[in-house]
């Protein structure tokens, strides 16, 4: 039986952590240029990310009351000593690390009208230039002090960090290179080094570097979390996860190991694994909003999804009243997922109250609504929430889909036909574009030739698309290609559970092999798999279309009498798709034309 794509709710709007992971620079030192990095693999790319945060930001409580503490201390130590070179860099310094970066230059300029030699000074006035943005200023400076003083790591060091927020990776390799000459097995340089070589591609010696910085500094758990990451960006996952394992064994409550380690696990198949990791962490740090939905991630993929919307719904009830649209709009509308995995009608509710935080931020609301509308045959609804989508999202491939998805019932399908095309030619059509073309044009306009065409050209460049498999095999089977149809249907992974659709095309496979037995038995097992979804209409279909099915195998038999009384059940069946109640009573009208 032909679908309109396979039309599936989406999951998490952004799947936290799947691709991404941070990774902190494994030293403090506050004279060299540095900020966390997140690595990003997409596909067969690597990028680079500076987290917007600088280390300074990255401290706990504790660590906030000691550094105000300091800097009471080297404020009070000014007032004594005000002429003092000392004085002024070790204020600034404290002011530095508060983050108070203009007062801290104030301090270091003094310093070095005091003293224009002092390398210290000099350092942190370019570190502070760096941190505010200035990466030109900050460049001179390190420059000029690499210099003067050629053996000191720290200008190159931070040189390198510049040409990396720069984009020139070859650059600052050169410049690491030259730093682990003059200091060698510095492990704050192999850091950066092996992040510029994961970057260019070189993932070998990347892991080999941050390997034996480990061996080194076997207790020092951010080098074992780096080369976790690294791992991730090689693809070699198992790995991954001894390396993130090894980091957490030395600091248990170090949040994006647990992050890092918790996606690994995802990403491996090993969910259970994940939630036990992140209900241990949270039971440690109740507050951490942001583990909490990673968690309520790892119960979907376990299957608990009661316990992933129990999940979300604490971040709700927490989180409802600040002001941030954006990430409420995503909790809202994961509650709304759970609930409609669960054919809960709660899930209209919370998909309304997702979009009336978009705004237009994002499509994923709207669609969400739109597909639920439509699994319920609500199409005037899908409708209307469509169009207010493609006026805030005019280039949106899935509102486009959606869209033509919603002809069934009114015929005006020519527009979307074109609107399909347009996008199909560009070769960036996403698999939905051609299972939705091929269903308007083989259930819509019986072109079954162009429908063909349209979904083999799909199938090529999507094999393993579940709608696209089910539609094409469904048309070969109505053009007489079985052969070619068992072996589309075959193509699918077996231990993938098949949907509705699929059940219902195999159904219809052993129907025109002469297997009527079987035939009535699938079509009779997806309609069962419909009523249990909550789908009534679907079912209804479906049985209309078995009664269809089963009537021209018996034509195909000679069975004219079996024919008829097939016709005369869907007939009387209530409810399907008036193209179906078209082709019952064209079949009879050719049996009686026959007669």
Same mark, same amino acid.
């Given at each position: 039986?032909?679908?309109?794509?396979?039309?599936?709710?989406?999951?998490?709007?952004?799947?936290?952590?799947?691709?991404?992971?941070?990774?902190?620079?494994?030293? *403090?030192?506050?004279?060299?240029?540095?900020?966390?990095?997140?690595?990003?693999?997409?596909?067969?790319?690597?990028?680079?990310?500076?987290?917007?945060?600088?280390?300074?930001?990255?401290?706990?409580?504790?660590?906030?009351?000691?550094?105000?503490?300091?800097?009471?201390?080297? =404020?009070?130590?000014?007032?004594?000593?005000?002429?003092?070179?000392?004085?002024?860099?070790?204020?600034?310094?404290?002011?530095?690390?508060?983050?108070?970066?203009?007062? +801290?230059?104030?301090?270091?300029?003094?310093?070095?009208?005091?003293?224009?030699?002092?390398?210290?000074?000099?350092? +942190?006035?370019?570190?502070?230039?760096?941190?505010?943005?200035?990466?030109?200023?900050?460049?001179?400076?390190?420059?000029?002090?690499?210099?003067?003083?050629?053996?000191?790591?720290?200008?190159?060091?931070?040189?390198?960090?510049?040409?990396?927020?720069?984009?020139?990776?070859?650059?600052?390799?050169?410049?690491?290179?030259?730093?682990?000459?003059?200091?060698?097995?510095?492990?704050?340089?192999?850091?950066?080094?092996?992040?510029?070589?994961?970057?260019?591609?070189?993932?070998?010696?990347?892991?080999?570097?941050?390997?034996?910085?480990?061996?080194?500094?076997?207790?020092?758990?951010?080098?074992?979390?780096?080369?976790?990451?690294?791992?991730?960006?090689?693809?070699?996952?198992?790995?991954?996860?001894?390396?993130?394992?090894?980091?957490?064994?030395?600091?248990?409550?170090?949040?994006?190991?647990?992050?890092?380690?918790?996606?690994?696990?995802?990403?491996?198949?090993?969910?259970?694994?994940?939630?036990?990791?992140?209900?241990?962490?949270?039971?440690?740090?109740?507050?951490?909003?942001?583990?909490?939905?990673?968690?309520? =991630?790892?119960?979907?993929?376990?299957?608990?999804?009661?316990? +992933?919307?129990?999940?979300?719904?604490?971040?709700?009830?927490?989180?409802?009243?600040?002001?941030?649209?954006?990430? &409420?709009?995503?909790?809202?509308?994961?509650?709304?997922?759970?609930?409609?995995?669960?054919?809960?009608?709660?899930?209209?509710?919370?998909?309304?109250?997702?979009?009336?935080?978009?705004?237009?931020?994002?499509?994923?609301?709207?669609?969400?609504?739109?597909?639920?509308?439509?699994?319920?045959?609500?199409?005037?609804?899908?409708?209307?929430?469509?169009?207010? +989508?493609?006026?805030?999202?005019?280039?949106?491939?899935?509102?486009?889909?959606?869209?033509?998805?919603?002809?069934?019932?009114?015929?005006?399908?020519?527009?979307?036909?074109? *609107?399909?095309?347009?996008?199909?030619?560009?070769?960036?059509?996403?698999?939905?574009?051609?299972?939705?073309?091929?269903?308007?044009?083989?259930?819509?306009?019986?072109?079954?030739?162009?429908?063909?065409?349209? &979904?083999?050209?799909?199938?090529?460049?999507?094999?393993?698309?579940?709608?696209?498999?089910?539609?094409?095999?469904?048309?070969?089977?109505?053009?007489?290609?079985?052969?070619?149809?068992?072996?589309?249907?075959?193509?699918?992974?077996?231990?993938?559970?098949?949907?509705?659709?699929?059940?219902?095309?195999?159904?219809?496979?052993?129907?025109?092999?002469?297997?009527?037995?079987?035939?009535?038995?699938?079509?009779?097992?997806?309609?069962?798999?419909? *009523?249990?979804?909550?789908?009534?209409?679907?079912?209804?279909?479906?049985?209309?279309?078995?009664?269809?099915?089963?009537?021209?195998?018996?034509?195909?038999?000679?069975?004219?009498?079996?024919? &008829?009384?097939?016709?005369?059940?869907?007939?009387?069946?209530?409810?399907?798709?008036?193209?179906?109640?078209?082709?019952?009573?064209?079949?009879?009208?050719?049996?009686?034309?026959?007669?």
């Amino acid at each position: 039986m032909i679908t309109a794509s396979g039309i599936r709710l989406e999951d998490f709007t952004q799947s936290l952590f799947d691709t991404q992971i941070l990774v902190e620079p494994p030293s *403090s030192e506050i004279l060299v240029a540095a900020r966390p990095f997140i690595l990003n693999r997409v596909e067969d790319q690597t990028t680079l990310q500076f987290e917007n945060q600088a280390v300074h930001e990255f401290v706990s409580n504790a660590a906030e009351a000691v550094l105000e503490g300091i800097l009471v201390s080297g =404020k009070r130590d000014l007032e004594r000593h005000p002429s003092s070179v000392r004085s002024h860099l070790n204020f600034g310094i404290s002011l530095l690390n508060q983050g108070q970066l203009d007062d +801290a230059a104030k301090q270091f300029n003094l310093a070095l009208a005091k003293d224009p030699g002092s390398f210290v000074a000099g350092m +942190a006035l370019a570190r502070v230039r760096v941190m505010q943005g200035d990466l030109e200023g900050g460049a001179q400076l390190y420059y000029a002090l690499a210099k003067e003083h050629p053996r000191e790591a720290s200008p190159p060091t931070s040189l390198a960090y510049i040409a990396m927020r720069r984009g020139d990776f070859e650059e600052a390799e050169k410049l690491l290179r030259r730093v682990l000459f003059i200091k060698r097995n510095s492990v704050f340089t192999e850091y950066h080094l092996a992040l510029v070589l994961l970057k260019m591609g070189r993932s070998d010696e990347a892991i080999r570097l941050l390997k034996s910085a480990t061996a080194r500094e076997v207790r020092w758990p951010a080098i074992h979390h780096a080369l976790g990451a690294a791992y991730v960006v090689k693809g070699d996952l198992k790995k991954a996860s001894r390396s993130f394992g090894a980091a957490l064994a030395l600091a248990p409550n170090m949040r994006e190991t647990v992050h890092a380690l918790s996606s690994v696990y995802l990403r491996m198949g090993e969910s259970h694994k994940a939630v036990g990791l992140l209900r241990s962490y949270l039971e440690k740090q109740s507050e951490d909003f942001e583990t909490r939905e990673i968690l309520a =991630k790892a119960f979907l993929d376990t299957g608990h999804v009661r316990d +992933a919307r129990i999940e979300l719904d604490k971040l709700w009830q927490s989180r409802r009243q600040e002001n941030n649209s954006v990430e &409420l709009s995503r909790i809202v509308n994961n509650i709304g997922f759970c609930y409609a995995l669960e054919h809960n009608t709660e899930a209209e509710r919370y998909f309304k109250k997702a979009v009336s935080l978009t705004g237009g931020d994002s499509p994923i609301p709207y669609t969400n609504l739109a597909r639920w509308y439509f699994s319920r045959h609500q199409l005037e609804n899908a409708s209307n929430i469509l169009a207010i +989508a493609k006026e805030r999202f005019p280039q949106n491939q899935d509102i486009r889909l959606l869209n033509s998805a919603t002809w069934q019932g009114h015929k005006e399908y020519d527009t979307d036909i074109e *609107s399909l095309m347009q996008i199909i030619t560009t070769g960036e059509a996403i698999p939905g574009m051609y299972s939705v073309l091929g269903w308007i044009l083989a259930d819509g306009k019986r072109d079954f030739k162009s429908a063909e065409a349209i &979904l083999k050209t799909g199938y090529e460049k999507y094999p393993q698309d579940e709608a696209i498999v089910n539609n094409y095999a469904y048309v070969l089977l109505m053009t007489g290609e079985i052969t070619r149809a068992r072996t589309v249907l075959t193509s699918f992974p077996k231990h993938t559970n098949p949907s509705v659709f699929l059940t219902a095309t195999w159904g219809l496979l052993y129907l025109c092999e002469g297997n009527l037995d079987q035939g009535k038995f699938n079509y009779q097992l997806a309609q069962q798999m419909a *009523s249990h979804e909550g789908k009534t209409d679907l079912a209804r279909t479906v049985r209309q279309k078995m009664h269809l099915e089963l009537a021209r195998a018996y034509i195909r038999q000679g069975e004219r009498k079996l024919a &008829l009384d097939e016709i005369e059940k869907g007939l009387q069946n209530r409810g399907g798709t008036p193209q179906y109640r078209e082709d019952l009573e064209l079949t009879r009208a050719q049996i009686a034309l026959q007669n």
